[in-house]
């Protein structure tokens, strides 16, 4: 919360008699303090004690030069803000420049009528109560964006811990790579055997980012996992699908679809169920040729009522999958054209044929095309060996 501030003034001068004079004009002033300093070798300290929103200060005084004092106050960091009105016994051009020059805010012969002082007190006090305001409605913005950010992490860490690990072991191996574009992802994806002889593999592509796509993504990630979609055989791609789409309509989700690639490999036949709902297609390379598993059915939430069909695919000793989102493929070049799928497919194909790392190299290869380190969408992407 805002702290109020008060006008507070403080006035340096070795007259008593002009402390007390101020201090009778500003007696009457409503939520108006007031500090006399006759020492002007005390000055500084007693204004970092006081903090006052507007300095009174003579220019001729013993010991002290007036304007040296005026640099005083503005090299010290508690007055360097602090409006500072100068006080001479005459008007002096020569005088009021370098009192400006050095960082005054206004000057006066003292002392002029008692509305003047109160009007100027008051003006320049206005003007440093509004900075103050300013800067800690900033440091209140800064740690709620501080403590935001986060919020936002631990978020999207636990996002992440929900994804599986990889499969580094057995007759199916899959690597995978999640790099969201902001802390919350609208992607996620897993696989998971659904008994011992089908395995399910899934990834779903929220629209836009943030809080309410990581929840919906987060929620049907849930629901694909548990394998407990009532009315829907978790072997049969199209129906799960169907009934997802039955439950994240997008007018109860706050306007956000999804699409998802889901697939069920079956090892006892070499085959793999799967259904497309407005995603990228997953490429398939068996038998040395690279086949894209296609499907023309609208993401998920858009429609009500949509059947969604299984389509299924044989798979070749030593099949390769690749199931990804749109961020790794839709990428806008340095030139700000846009990267042709073509050329996406030529590329993935090419280093389909090199051992190591697919996805790592293909990260690199799209944040050097775009020219920028973090992509404009999220990049999530798994590669399943059979």
Same mark, same amino acid.
């Given at each position: 919360?805002?702290?109020?501030?008060?006008?507070?003034?403080?006035?340096?001068?070795?007259? &008593?008699?002009?402390?007390?004079?101020? #201090? #009778?004009?500003?007696?009457?002033?409503?939520?108006?303090?007031?500090?006399?300093?006759?020492?002007?070798?005390? !000055?500084?300290?007693?204004?970092?004690?006081?903090? &006052?929103?507007?300095?009174?200060?003579?220019?001729?005084?013993?010991?002290? @030069?007036?304007?040296?004092?005026?640099?005083?106050? #503005?090299?010290?960091?508690g007055t360097r803000e602090v409006p500072l009105i100068v006080l001479s016994s005459k008007e002096e051009p020569t005088v009021k420049a370098k009192a400006f020059a050095l960082g005054a805010s206004d000057y006066m012969v003292k002392l002029p009528d008692k509305l003047e002082v109160v009007a100027r007190i008051k003006y320049h006090s206005k003007g440093y109560v509004a900075l103050l305001e300013r800067n800690e409605a900033y440091q209140e913005l800064a740690e709620t964006q501080r403590e935001m950010a986060a919020e936002l992490a631990r978020a999207a860490r636990y996002v992440q811990s929900l994804l599986p690990a990889p499969l580094?072991?057995?007759?199916?191996?899959?690597?995978?790579?999640?790099?969201?574009?902001?802390?919350? !992802? %609208?992607?996620?994806?897993?696989?998971?055997?659904?008994?011992?002889?089908?395995?399910?593999?899934?990834?779903? @592509?929220?629209?836009?980012?943030?809080?309410?796509?990581?929840?919906?993504?987060?929620?049907?990630?849930?629901?694909?996992?548990?394998?407990?979609? &009532?009315?829907?055989?978790? #072997?049969?791609?199209?129906?799960?699908?169907?009934?997802?789409?039955?439950?994240?309509?997008?007018?109860?989700? @706050?306007?956000?679809?999804?699409?998802?690639?889901?697939?069920?490999?079956?090892?006892?036949?070499?085959?793999?169920?799967?259904?497309?709902?407005?995603?990228?297609?997953?490429?398939?390379?068996?038998?040395?040729?690279?086949?894209?598993?296609?499907?023309?059915?609208?993401?998920?939430?858009?429609?009500?009522?949509?059947?969604?069909?299984?389509?299924?695919?044989?798979?070749?000793?030593? !099949?390769?999958?690749?199931?990804?989102?749109? %961020?790794?493929?839709?990428?806008?070049?340095?030139?700000?054209?846009?990267?042709?799928?073509?050329?996406?497919?030529?590329?993935?194909?090419?280093?389909?044929?090199?051992?190591?790392?697919?996805? %790592?190299?293909?990260?690199?290869?799209?944040?050097?095309?775009?020219?920028?380190?973090?992509?404009?969408?999220?990049?999530?992407?798994?590669?399943?060996?059979?």
């Open positions: 919360m805002l702290e109020v501030h008060p006008i507070k003034v403080l006035l340096v001068d070795d007259q &008593p008699m002009v402390g007390e004079a101020v #201090r #009778r004009m500003l007696a009457d002033e409503p939520k108006l303090e007031f500090r006399f300093c006759p020492d002007p070798a005390a !000055a500084i300290e007693t204004a970092n004690e006081f903090k &006052p929103t507007v300095i009174l200060q003579d220019l001729v005084m013993p010991d002290i @030069d007036g304007l040296q004092l005026v640099k005083y106050f #503005r090299a010290n960091p580094a072991t057995g007759a199916i191996k899959v690597a995978w790579k999640f790099v969201p574009s902001t802390q919350l !992802a %609208g992607d996620m994806f897993g696989y998971h055997w659904i008994d011992k002889k089908h395995l399910a593999l899934y990834l779903l @592509d929220v629209s836009g980012h943030g809080v309410g796509s990581a929840l919906l993504a987060v929620s049907a990630g849930n629901v694909l996992s548990s394998n407990s979609i &009532p009315g829907a055989d978790p #072997r049969d791609p199209g129906a799960v699908v169907t009934k997802l789409n039955d439950m994240f309509q997008m007018d109860r989700q @706050d306007g956000k679809y999804f699409t998802i690639w889901y697939g069920v490999y079956k090892p006892a036949t070499k085959t793999l169920a799967y259904c497309n709902a407005g995603h990228p297609p997953a490429l398939l390379l068996s038998g040395g040729v690279l086949h894209s598993l296609e499907a023309d059915s609208p993401a998920v939430g858009m429609m009500p009522e949509m059947p969604y069909e299984t389509r299924t695919a044989t798979l070749t000793e030593g !099949a390769r999958l690749l199931v990804f989102s749109d %961020g790794i493929l839709e990428i806008e070049k340095v030139d700000g054209a846009m990267w042709p799928f073509s050329d996406f497919l030529e590329r993935l194909q090419t280093e389909l044929g090199v051992a190591g790392d697919l996805i %790592g190299r293909h990260l690199d290869y799209v944040r050097e095309l775009g020219g920028k380190e973090v992509l404009a969408d999220d990049f999530s992407m798994m590669d399943v060996r059979f």
